[in-house]
């Protein structure tokens, strides 16, 4: 699709006349119908208004010249697993789970390999391919190939304290947390039942947390997951394919 169907069908999508368009963009009408004509394509600061706009990258604006592949995993990309920085822009070099709040969350090839490999072996990969592809694969990332595993930013230690802090509950069944991953909040947002019989979810679906799930050590099949971040401290459990969830920790930091 080119840049000025993308417009328009955006455009059509948000309910905006060209006018209110131009309006929120600081353009003139005639701006907005050269772009949707064809005639002229939006200059690089208007990309970055019209994508905070209309939540989309400026790659899929362009009309996606570019297939976008995560620099540090390897994950292809589409704008709903774009990072984001602080001020809400995408970063289109990297993935949501690997970028988050402006900061890495992997400084370590292993411990991504480990993530990685976990979910590829859902998907019937076995783990001894799917352990050397990634290998192999993640050295050409620009990511590793800049060093960046070195500068963490404070994100590693930020990491052990949340460890020791779930550690510390001594919550019934539940193994020793070792490590903690990015994790997406549309992912992970249950929802919980309430006495009353209604429902509750309790995290923010385009937040990144971090977490991970453990099997529960008192034999009843259940699992543990482990979800934080700077203000929340958050213990769940629930069945197989997260069926019969339970709150049983919620609290703010």
Request: net charge negative; with cysteine.
């Amino acid at each position: 699709m080119e840049t000025k169907n993308v417009i328009l069908e955006l455009r059509n999508k948000h309910g905006l006349s060209q006018d209110e368009l131009a309006e929120k963009v600081f353009v003139t009408r005639q701006a907005v119908s050269r772009w949707e004509t064809g005639d002229t394509v939006p200059n690089t600061e208007t990309l970055k208004l019209l994508s905070k706009l209309f939540d989309v990258s400026i790659n899929t604006l362009l009309g996606s010249p570019r297939q976008l592949k995560c620099q540090c995993c390897g994950m292809p990309l589409e704008d709903g697993s774009i990072s984001k920085e602080p001020d809400g822009s995408f970063n289109e070099d990297y993935c949501r789970w690997c970028y988050a709040d402006g900061k890495f969350m992997y400084h370590n090839m292993d411990d991504l390999i480990d993530v990685c490999v976990k979910h590829m072996a859902e998907q019937g990969i076995s783990e001894e391919q799917a352990r050397s592809y990634m290998k192999e694969m993640l050295p050409k990332l620009d990511y590793w190939k800049q060093g960046k595993e070195l500068e963490d930013d404070g994100v590693e230690d930020f990491k052990q304290k949340l460890v020791e802090e779930f550690n510390s509950l001594n919550i019934e069944g539940m193994p020793k947390v070792e490590k903690l991953n990015a994790l997406v909040g549309a992912y992970v947002n249950i929802e919980y039942p309430l006495p009353n019989g209604k429902t509750v979810k309790l995290l923010d679906d385009n937040a990144t947390y971090l977490g991970d799930q453990l099997e529960s050590e008192l034999g009843d099949g259940r699992f543990f997951g482990v979800i934080a971040n700077s203000d929340i401290l958050m213990v769940v459990s629930y069945g197989k394919d997260i069926t019969d969830p339970e709150l049983i920790l919620y609290k703010k930091r």
